[in-house]
Every structure is written in structure tokens, then in C-alpha cells.
């Protein structure tokens, strides 16, 4: 009996840590979902052997042969999937965010890995890296659990960002839509992806920011987010 109660005593503390957990949890909405069916709304990519894929690869390997060392690190930043990452890629540093303003960029994030999980299961696209005597020497940090390539889920994740971003950064908008183009570009001086994943991603991702825009709670949320960044970029409110 002393046992029982000892154990209940100790484990009275971790129980309550657990149920305000599962409070906060539960007071903390949830990320919008866009409700995109991207592999419905692509067409299919090129086939591994086909003369469009062929053309391609031989444009990643024309990139791999002409890149710089500056060039390089602008890729291997980009290879980071944050609006930090985004805005600093065209000279925008954002020094902190809040634990707000990092949860509605994490959502985006999260947003886009899974609209885009789907399509790339359905087409199952080859890795340009992963061909048959490819040739390429791929900046991107490579695993045995990479997804696969179409579309790119890095060239979505800037579109909706860069989309996203725009309407709290208008003055920027020219900027930022270049920096869009550019980090999907950068996928490509990687040899990470084919031009056609990228254009895919681009589709994707400009889709899923319409839905996401006209989310009423994310514009919500939006307004609150747009302060801050503009403040923490040294433009008016």
C-alpha cells in the first residue's frame, strides 16, 4: 500500500505537467490545411527516358560545370527552408522573431510538406542524381530517405513564402517575386531537381497561397505577423 501511494505521489507531478501540456496543446490552433490536391492539379512529369528529362539533365550539368564558389554558398543557404533564409537571400535580414511569427512560418512549412507529400507519392519521380550515370555532383545534402522529385517541394515552400510575404512586404513586391524564381533556381545549380520539378513547384505553390489567402483565420493571423515583420525589417507599420 505504501508503494501504491509513493507511486502516486511521484507520479502526481508528472501528471499534472502532462495535462497542461495537453491544454496548451489544445488551446494552440492548428495549421490551416489548403485543401490543394497538387497531384491533381499537375500534369505528369517527363519519363525517365525521355528526351525532355534527357534535355534537362544536360542543363544541370551545363550549371554544374559554370557555377562560382559564390554561387555555391548562395545554393547551399538556400537548401534551408525558412523566411529567414528567404528574405536574407535578397539582402532582408530578419534579426529574431517571435515564438507567433516562427509558428505561422512553421505552419506554412508544414502546410506545404504536406500538400506536396502526396504528388511527389504519385509520381514517384527519379532524382536527377539518382539516374543512371547522371554524372551530376549534387550540392544538396543527400540521404537515403530523400523524397522524390516532382514537384520540388522547395520551389512550392518559396512560392507560398514569397506569395505570403508580398502582402505584408508590397513595396517589395518586384523583389520578392524575383527571389521566388531565384530560389527555385537554386535547386537547379544544386542538380537537386529538373527545370520541371521546379516550374511544378511554382504551380503548386502559387495554388496553395490563393488557398491559404483566402483562409479567413490565416489573413487573421497574417495582419497580427505583418507588424512585426515589418517592424523587424525597419518599414512603418
Avoid: W
Wanted: charged share 25%; net charge positive; with cysteine.
Amino acid at each position: 500500500m505504501k508503494q501504491n501511494r509513493l507511486r502516486l505521489y511521484l507520479l502526481g507531478p508528472a501528471l499534472l505537467l502532462l495535462l497542461a501540456g495537453l491544454e496548451t496543446a489544445a488551446a494552440e490552433p492548428s495549421c490551416p490545411d489548403p485543401a490543394v490536391p497538387v497531384a491533381a492539379l499537375l500534369m505528369p512529369p517527363p519519363k525517365h527516358d525521355s528526351a525532355q528529362t534527357k534535355a534537362e539533365l544536360q542543363e544541370l550539368l551545363r550549371l554544374q560545370e559554370s557555377r562560382t564558389s559564390q554561387q555555391v554558398e548562395h545554393v547551399r543557404g538556400d537548401d534551408r527552408r525558412t523566411v529567414e533564409r528567404f528574405l536574407h537571400g535578397m539582402g532582408i535580414k530578419v534579426e529574431q522573431l517571435s515564438d507567433a511569427a516562427i509558428r505561422f512560418f512553421d505552419c506554412i512549412g508544414a502546410t506545404v510538406e504536406k500538400a506536396v507529400r502526396e504528388a511527389k507519392t504519385t509520381f514517384a519521380r527519379t532524382r536527377p542524381y539518382r539516374l543512371h550515370e547522371n554524372k551530376l555532383h549534387t550540392l544538396k545534402k543527400l540521404s537515403d530517405r530523400d523524397s522524390t522529385s516532382y514537384p520540388s517541394g522547395h520551389a512550392t515552400y518559396g512560392t507560398v513564402v514569397g506569395l505570403v510575404v508580398v502582402e505584408m512586404l508590397p513595396e517589395k513586391k518586384e523583389e520578392i517575386y524575383k527571389r521566388i524564381q531565384d530560389y527555385g533556381y537554386s535547386r537547379l545549380v544544386s542538380g537537386a531537381h529538373f527545370r520541371s520539378d521546379i516550374s511544378a513547384g511554382n504551380v503548386a505553390g502559387a495554388a496553395i497561397a490563393v488557398s491559404l489567402l483566402n483562409n479567413e483565420a490565416f489573413r487573421d493571423e497574417l495582419k497580427q505577423i505583418k507588424v512585426e515583420l515589418r517592424k523587424a525589417v525597419g518599414f512603418a507599420p
